[in-house]
């Protein structure tokens, strides 16, 4: 409708990334909508558009690059081919939903976690993978460790022999 305000998006070009930019709808000529911009893009204070370019205006407050926070974590070199593994996805994608972070991802290297969002989500992001995620994935790492010891211990016992080695039954002999 003329006069709304509405999201026009532009592609990407040489000067600009793909983004979206707030306007108000000036002029509908069939499928082609006029737009005033708010904001100058390239120079460009209108636009003329397709309908599938345009979205409703968002209720939600936009991004201030300056209100965001990173922080790298250190992965105990234990954990590292855990965290590079597609295992590591569900804790990342329970730490970013949790702590309302807008990432966290494991770098390229595989050795940091990086977390991105305002101060209060990276911190809660850091306590959770650090006070909990990564003790858990340790402990758990060492339990299977130790489990696949004691299998091997079991399986050269029973190579020797039947009564070499027996747990000791709780019931009683017949």
């Known amino acids: 409708d003329v006069d709304e305000e509405v999201e026009v998006f532009f592609p990407a070009c040489n000067t600009l990334p793909s983004c979206w930019a707030l306007g108000t709808v000036r002029d509908v000529k069939g499928d082609l909508y006029s737009i005033d911009l708010f904001r100058s893009l390239n120079g460009a204070r209108e636009a003329t ?7 409703r205006r968002s209720d939600e407050v936009s991004l201030r690059p300056e209100d965001l926070a990173r922080r790298r974590l250190s992965v105990d070199e234990e954990l590292h081919d855990w965290i ?21 991802d494991c770098t390229d290297a595989g050795t940091e976690v990086l977390l991105v969002g305002d101060d209060r989500s990276v911190d809660l992001g850091a306590r959770l993978l650090q006070e909990v995620h990564f003790p858990n994935q340790l402990h758990m790492r060492r339990f299977s460790e130790q489990r696949e010891h004691f299998a091997r211990r ?10 070499v080695a ?3 039954s709780s019931e009683p002999p017949h």
């Open 84 to 104: 590079r593994s597609p295992d590591s996805l569900g804790c990342l994608s329970h730490v970013h939903k949790s702590a309302g972070l807008l990432m966290s």
């Open 166 to 168: 027996a747990p000791p």
């Open 154 to 163: 079991l399986r050269r016992a029973h190579r020797k022999g039947p009564n």
């Open 49 to 55: 558009v397709d309908r599938g370019a345009l979205r």
